[in-house]
């Protein structure tokens, strides 16, 4: 099946310490969004971009749609130990008839040690 | 607002059985979408239903298959189950189509396993 790629594949960081993730894809998409999975949940969304360039925060978390379309980045700042989880990025792309059809990339395990 | 509600939340199968799985979307919602997770292929999209009708469908084989009712709740099958079928099966519901910027939320998912 079709993946993203999404880098890096883990991280292993200090509580306090700047986190950065990217996405890349070799197809251009008109939305780019950004997931948090806890262990046993289904993935909770955390930002969502729909256009080119755009830059947005939710709290210490700033995503950015990347120029070409095709690649997205995720920042977290300070970390504590509740950004704990698995972190996906997921792009969509509408032709035509509208579609919630997403598809995610690889994933990033991050985890945060207090 | 209840979230996206899918039962069972477990489910243990055997090689050739068949399984149904149920998703109740957010009140309000109509469209519903499915993913499976597996650690080799990640999220992979089933299908997505809008009123009743499926809009899209992902590259799955045709033991696979799912259905929308009149009060949005969905349900997918899966025939003649396979080892590689053992899965978390993730729904999730929007309020509409992404014309509308509506995005989706995804339910807890079914965890199946097949012996």
């Known amino acids: 099946g079709q993946q993203l790629n999404q880098s890096p594949q883990s991280m292993f960081i200090q509580e306090g310490e700047d986190v950065s993730m990217n996405c890349t894809s070799s197809?251009?998409?008109?939305?780019w969004l950004w997931y948090k999975q806890d262990p046993g949940e289904g993935p909770v969304l955390l930002i969502a971009?729909?256009?080119?360039?755009e830059l947005t925060s939710n709290g210490r978390l700033t995503a950015q749609f990347g120029i070409t379309r095709k690649d997205s980045f995720l920042n977290i700042s300070a970390s504590i130990p509740s950004d704990v989880g698995i972190y996906f990025c997921?792009?969509?792309?509408?032709?035509?008839?509208?579609?919630?059809?997403?598809?995610f990339g690889t994933g990033t395990l991050l985890a945060v040690q207090p | 607002k209840a979230g996206v509600t899918q039962t069972p939340r477990y489910l243990i199968k055997t090689r050739g059985q068949q399984v149904t799985l149920s998703c109740s979307p957010i009140?309000?919602?109509?469209?519903v979408s499915w993913y499976q997770q597996t650690p080799g292929q990640g999220l992979q999209f089933l299908f997505e239903?809008?009123?009743?009708?499926?809009?899209n469908k992902g590259n799955f084989p045709g033991r696979f298959s799912g259905r929308q009712f009149s009060n949005s709740r969905s349900e997918m099958n899966v025939s003649t189950l396979e080892l590689g079928d053992s899965a978390l099966y993730l729904c999730?519901?929007?309020?509409?189509?992404?014309?509308?910027?509506?995005?989706?939320?995804f339910g807890p998912g079914t965890r199946l396993t097949v012996l």
């Open positions: 999730a519901s929007s309020p509409g189509l992404a014309g509308s910027r509506s995005e989706q939320f």
């Open positions: 009140s309000g919602h109509r469209s």
């Open positions: 239903y809008f009123s009743e009708t499926q809009r």
């Open positions: 197809s251009i998409f008109n939305t």
């Open positions: 997921a792009g969509r792309m509408n032709y035509g008839g509208a579609t919630n059809k997403l598809i």
């Open positions: 971009l729909y256009k080119a360039g």
